[in-house]
């Protein structure tokens, strides 16, 4: 649970980590067209700067059931996507594309070209990953400030997020 209220608001980057549980053949990624992936750990660069805030983007990628908006969603709507965990930022300039450079130089790959990147110059925000370890290291080498919460953690943040907003006034 987190304390302090500010915490649920603050804009951030964020790295969704997932796994995909099947190869997955001619998936459609909205304009992207049709791609395969395969079975893995997959990391995902996003950045929630609008009012709601880092966490509620976090908990909208964990529901299976929405409209689908970002390319991301395509994969988070799958049965066969299961969210792992998540790396939240602690700054307030956006570095989704710092974090996707520090990805690409560490020698992760990104299995499909301009994945969540159609609005700047990376050529994408979705990499493969051969394990977490070796993802937090990257992260712990460059002294860019950041918290790991697991799927746990997130769902009840989720909920602290929904009860306060069904919370009758």
């Known amino acids: 649970m987190i304390e302090n209220k500010k915490m649920l608001r603050k804009k951030g980057t964020?790295?969704?980590?997932?796994?995909?549980?099947r190869e997955k053949k001619g998936l459609r990624i909205g304009s992207l067209g049709l791609h395969d992936l395969g079975?893995?750990?997959?990391?995902?660069?996003?950045?929630?700067?609008g009012p709601g805030g880092v966490f509620s983007r976090i908990c909208r990628h964990?529901?299976?059931?929405?409209?689908?908006?970002?390319?991301?969603?395509?994969?988070?709507?799958?049965?066969d996507c299961e969210?792992?965990?998540?790396?939240?930022?602690?700054a307030t300039e956006r570095l989704e594309c710092r974090i996707a450079e520090k990805l690409i130089d560490s020698g992760f790959r990104y299995p499909i070209h301009k994945f969540g990147s159609t609005d700047c110059k990376c050529p994408a925000h979705l990499f493969i990953i051969d394990n977490l370890e070796r993802l937090i290291?990257?992260?712990?080498?460059?002294?860019?400030?950041?918290?790991?919460?697991?799927?746990?953690?997130?769902?009840?943040?989720?909920?602290?997020?929904?009860?306060?907003f069904l919370r009758p006034s």
């Open 14 to 21: 964020y790295l969704l980590i997932f796994r995909l549980l």
């Open 39 to 49: 079975e893995g750990i997959y990391v995902y660069v996003g950045s929630a700067q």
């Open 62 to 79: 964990l529901r299976k059931e929405k409209k689908i908006k970002w390319h991301i969603d395509y994969l988070t709507t799958l049965n």
């Open 83 to 90: 969210i792992l965990g998540a790396i939240i930022f602690h």
């Open 137 to 164: 290291h990257v992260f712990n080498a460059s002294n860019i400030r950041f918290s790991f919460y697991t799927v746990k953690e997130l769902n009840q943040i989720c909920s602290q997020i929904a009860s306060k």
